[in-house]
DNA sequence: CGGAAATTTGAAATCGCTCAATGATAGTGG
DNA sequence: CCACTATCATTGAGCGATTTCAAATTTCCG
């Protein structure tokens, strides 16, 4: 594991270091959590966010028969939760997908954040937006695509991100989530998972050992994924010169 | 059809009439659209950000096999488009519904308007975050329910989504949508969505005529859809006081 | 080493899809 | 106003992908 990247910060827009170290003194407390761990459950008043120190978190949907979808693989250097900001109890639960570490920041102090830096209330609104890119890019995985393809598209989409992270990353890479919770984030079953990786292993598309994933073929897992590719914006022209 | 409703703007907050008509101000350009025409197409420059004044506006995301997703159904009082503020080239097309009116905005000016009011960027940020929730829930309709269940959940939303705008309106609606574009919605066939509200009407839950809904039975459907409710926040109490 | 959790396998059932054809409706131009 | 055409809705039949259920095997962890 690794130490809190903050380049995520810089995804749009670049921050001043005084507002990094503002959002580093926001935090009331780091929580040490272990695999299942719960950070916070679907329907608590929404009183914090979270920024994610090392490990992986899952925001997971439950519906009222007791069926999960997860919502967003969290990776480190994401701050997580903000989506509840909009609503008086937690849309989703926040589960540790391994060990992890997260700063429990109070809303308060986030949107104090927000009021006082123009600039990171910015960086904010893009990256929320990018969420929103995402989400919807995943939901249009699941409802137009087959086991294959969203599976491809997921461990793309998480490789893709995690190569921002650590840039040294290749080819492979520690994947935590047991075959239930992929099947939870990409709307399938447990059991076909299983016949579907062993599928895309087969084809010489991926390989698994221990708990590591390989994408042997990248370029035919992209083809087989076929999800627009997406290009995100830094400096967008038209963000306006002061602030 | 009715006029720009603008209470969509004090979802969260309640924005100054100062706002309200900088927001109007900054449109260079009112379209009139007839249904399936195109306003913006997945890939083109992101160069505009959109009113809704009437008409529902669909935004789609296509594959690169050609299957088509609608992510987010629009409705008057919108603000479409702002997800791809965050790319170069837009995430999704923009087509209208049915015969609507649309107005343009420049994404400089948007951005203008966010930077000279902190309280108008917080709406748009909230607003932002409650369309990422409202993605999140479809995506757990599509991921973990079955298509009656899909079709029952797309059908409540939607209603609620109208009564926002529309006191008045009752348990029965229009509905402009082709079976093709709700099957693009929820992630079926149109088919499949054939037999399913049939079947729905079997079941005495909904009804049909012309190019309307009735809800029949908004009890059973709920129960059916299986969805959490939410509830968003108005005026949240830890909004910093200022701005 | 022992027990729990996770993975894997098999067989059968089901849901939703595909293909193909028919029927209904609405918009268009004469 | 009617005929014409395109789009949309509906139906049937067969197929295929994914689920369900249940059991066996392996891995993980204390």
Redesign the interface.
């Known amino acids: 594991m690794f130490e809190a990247p903050l380049h995520r910060f810089h995804e749009?827009t670049s921050l001043s270091s005084d507002e990094i170290d503002a959002l580093k003194d926001a935090k009331t407390e780091r929580l040490e959590l272990e695999r299942k761990q719960v950070i916070r459950s679907?329907?608590d008043k929404v009183a914090h966010v979270y920024f994610v120190v090392s490990g992986w978190v899952a925001?997971i949907?439950?519906?009222?028969?007791g069926?999960?979808?997860i919502?967003?693989i969290h990776l480190p250097g994401d701050i997580v939760g903000?989506?509840?900001?909009?609503?008086?109890?937690a849309?989703?639960s926040l589960i540790a997908l391994n060990r992890a570490r997260v700063d429990v920041i109070?809303?308060?102090a986030f949107?104090?954040l927000?009021?006082q830096s123009?600039r990171f209330?910015?960086a904010?609104?893009?990256?929320?937006?990018?969420?929103?890119?995402m989400?919807?890019?995943?939901?249009?995985s699941?409802?137009?695509?087959s086991a294959p393809q969203r599976i491809a598209a997921f461990l793309l989409h998480l490789h893709e991100r995690l190569k921002l992270i650590d840039e040294r990353i290749g080819k492979s890479f520690e994947f935590p989530l047991s075959q239930e919770e992929l099947a939870q984030a990409?709307?399938l079953t447990s059991v076909h998972i299983n016949r579907t990786l062993q599928e895309l292993e087969r084809r010489r598309l991926i390989e698994r050992s221990d708990r590591r994933v390989t994408l042997t073929d990248v370029r035919a897992l992209r083809e087989l994924a076929?999800?627009?590719t997406?290009?995100?914006?830094r400096d967008?022209a038209?963000?306006?010169a002061?602030?």
């Open positions: 749009f679907q329907g925001e949907v439950e519906t009222t028969n069926r999960r979808q919502a967003k903000t989506a509840s900001l909009s609503l008086e109890r849309a989703g109070p809303v308060e949107a104090r927000m009021a123009p209330a910015f904010m609104f893009l990256s929320t937006q990018k969420e929103r890119v989400l919807m890019d995943h939901l249009t699941i409802g137009r695509t990409v709307g076929s999800l627009p997406r290009k995100f914006v967008p038209w963000l306006p002061a602030a």
